[in-house]
C-alpha cells in the first residue's frame, strides 16, 4: 500500500534541527516507558536486535521488567506518541525513509556526511514528547553508530524520562520543614515529595526512614563515621543491610538464594558509589520484595552513607520497577549540609 509522505512526516527544518510548524500540543498517547521505532522493513531487520539490546535492559523485581519496551510502529498514527525514534540511511530509496531524510536541511545532510547522526526535539506532536532521529549514510555505518554510542542513545529517553518524574514528584509542594530538620540534626537532607512522611528516627542509630502508601514503600538513609572508603565492598554493604534488617526493619534480611545480588560501580550526586541491585524477605512475615541501595564514602564529612529503597507489592506483578526508579529520583537529591543550608531551601 502506497504511503501518504504528507500524514507520515509533518517536520520542517530550521537550521540544523527538526522541528514541527504547529503550536497545538495535545496529550502524549502510550506508556512512558515505551518507545515507538519508525524504519523501513531493511533497516529494521539489522538494527533491530541492537536497539531491544541497549533498551530493554531487564530488572528483576522479583519478576523481569524491562527499562524500557520497544514497539515497532507503522508510519501512520503515530504523531502523539510520547517516545519516538526514527531510523534512517542516506542510500535508502524506500518512501518511509526518503520522507524522514527529505526534512533534513542541506547543513544537517552535511552533518550526517561528517559523521553527526543524531538529531533530537521535544514536544513537537504532543506536550512531553521524546524525539530522537538517527540517520547515517549507510546501514552499517548505522550500526556502528549505535553500537558504539549505547549508553548516550539510551540516556536520550533515561534523562527525559527523570526530568518527567522529577517534575511529577517535585510539582506539588514538597516537606521543606523537614528537609531542614535534617540538614540542622543529622547534616544531610533529601527532597521530600508531600506524600512521603517519616517513620522513624534515631540519631543514636544514625537511621532514618521515610514511607510512602499504594504501593508500599520505603527510604532510608543510615550512616557512620569512616576514614577509609576501601571498607565498601558488596559483602560488606549486604551485612550492613542485613544489620539494618534486624533492626530496623523488623527482621528483614537479603535474600541471595533465589536472586543473586547485583552490584553496579556508579556515580551518585558527584560521589563514587556502589549500587546494590536485589530483593529482600522477612520471614516471619511472610513477606518479601525488590531493594536497591547506594553505598558511598563521604569526603568531606568522613562519613559512610547507606540509602535504602524497597518496596512491598506481592499484588503488583508489573511496573514495580517504575516506584523503585521514582524512590532513586528522590534519593539522587541527597546533599550535606557543607552543600546546601537550611535557610536555603
Known amino acids: 500500500m502506497k504511503m501518504n509522505i504528507s500524514k507520515i512526516l509533518l517536520l520542517a527544518v530550521l537550521s540544523t534541527i527538526i522541528v514541527i510548524v504547529g503550536c497545538t500540543k495535545p ?28 533498551f530493554e535492559k531487564i530488572e528483576p523485581t522479583p519478576q523481569p521488567e524491562k527499562l524500557f519496551t520497544i514497539i515497532k510502529q507503522e508510519p501512520k498514527d503515530y504523531q502523539r506518541y510520547k517516545n519516538l525514534l526514527f531510523l534512517s540511511t ?29 538529531f533530537t526535539q ?104 569512616a576514614s577509609d572508603p576501601n571498607v565498601i565492598t558488596k559483602e560488606w554493604c549486604i551485612a550492613k543491610r542485613d544489620q539494618i534488617g534486624s533492626s530496623q526493619y523488623e527482621g528483614d534480611s537479603v535474600e541471595q538464594k533465589w536472586e543473586e545480588v547485583r552490584t553496579e560501580e556508579v556515580e551518585f550526586c558527584g560521589r563514587h558509589a556502589l549500587l546494590l541491585k536485589g530483593l529482600w524477605k522477612n520471614d516471619e512475615k511472610d513477606a518479601g520484595g525488590p531493594f536497591r541501595m547506594y553505598c558511598f564514602f563521604d569526603t568531606d564529612t568522613e562519613r559512610i552513607y547507606f540509602i535504602d529503597m524497597h518496596m512491598f ?3 503488583l506483578k508489573k511496573s514495580k520497577i517504575h516506584y523503585l526508579r521514582q524512590m532513586d529520583i528522590i534519593a539522587r537529591t541527597f546533599k550535606t549540609n557543607l552543600e546546601v543550608k537550611p535557610e536555603d531551601l
Open 27 to 54: 496529550l502524549p498517547i502510550g506508556g512512558d516507558y515505551e518507545i515507538r521505532v519508525l524504519a523501513n522493513p531493511e533497516i529494521w531487520e539489522q538494527t533491530e536486535p541492537l536497539i531491544r539490546e541497549i
Open 122 to 225: 521535544q514536544q513537537v506532536w504532543a506536550q512531553d514528547q521524546k524525539i530522537v532521529f538517527l540517520v547515517a549514510s549507510d546501514v552499517q555505518t548505522l550500526i556502528d553508530y549505535i553500537h558504539q554510542n549505547r549508553q548516550m542513545l539510551f540516556d536520550q529517553f533515561e534523562d527525559y524520562w527523570r526530568e518527567f518524574h522529577r517534575n511529577i514528584l517535585f510539582s506539588a509542594k514538597e516537606k521543606i520543614d523537614i528537609e531542614k530538620h535534617l540538614l540542622r540534626t543529622y547534616g544531610w537532607m533529601i527532597r521530600l515529595p508531600m506524600d512521603y512522611s517519616m517513620e522513624k528516627q534515631s540519631a543514636g542509630d544514625r537511621f532514618v526512614m521515610f514511607h510512602r502508601t499504594l504501593p508500599l514503600r520505603w527510604i532510608s538513609v543510615f550512616w557512620k563515621n
Open 90 to 118: 542516506l542510500d535508502a530509496t524506500d518512501e518511509l525513509s526518503n520522507a524522514i531524510n527529505s526534512n533534513l536541511s542541506e547543513a544537517a545532510l552535511d552533518r550526517v556526511k561528517q559523521g553527526d547522526y543524531i
Open 313 to 315: 507489592a506481592p499484588d
